[in-house]
C-alpha cells in the first residue's frame, strides 16, 4: 500500500510537490529559462514570506520609491517563474471577469469568486511575463535547486 499523501491542488514531480499551476517544461528542461545577467532571484519554500522579501528587494532596486514600485502590480513586475495557467483556463477565468461586470453589484460575486484583473491574468504565465520584463528583472520561485539550471560564461 502506498502512504504517499497527495494534497490537493498540488502535483508530484521527481519527488517534489509543487502547486498545480507549475509549468512541467521549466521542471523537464531547466534550460529553457532564458537568464540574463543582471537578473535577481527570490527564491523560497512556498508561504515564507516570499511576497514580503519581492517587495523589499523591489524597493531597493527602486531606490526605495514606493510610488514606481506600485504602479504595476506585483505578479506583472515580479512574475513567479514556474507558474502557468493553460489557456483554456485562463479564457475561462477571462470570461468569469466579464461576467462580474456584467451582473448588478449588489451581488457581490467579488466575495465570493476571485478572479484576478484582466490585465493581471497573463502575468501567470511566468516565463512569458518574464521574457517581456526589462533589465534588471526580479523574479520570484518556489523551484528547488535542482531544477535550476547554471552554465558559466
Known sequence: MDDKVIVPGTIEYQGAAFQDIVNIKILDSPDIVNCRDDDV????YP???TTW???IV???MNG?????NHAVPQPERNPM?????????????YIMKKIQWLLPSFLHLENYIFVPPIK???AFDGMRQMEKLPSPRLI???LPYKFFSFTST
Not at 41 to 44: I, M, P
Not at 64 to 68: E, I, L, N, P
Open 120 to 122: 493581471g491574468l497573463f
Open 58 to 60: 523591489s524597493l531597493i
Open 64 to 68: 526605495g520609491d514606493v510610488d514606481a
Open 140 to 142: 520570484k520561485s518556489h
Open 47 to 49: 508561504k515564507a514570506g
Open 81 to 93: 517563474l514556474e507558474s502557468y495557467i493553460s489557456r483554456p483556463m485562463l479564457t475561462l477565468m
Open 53 to 55: 522579501a519581492i517587495e
Open 41 to 44: 532571484f527570490v527564491v523560497s
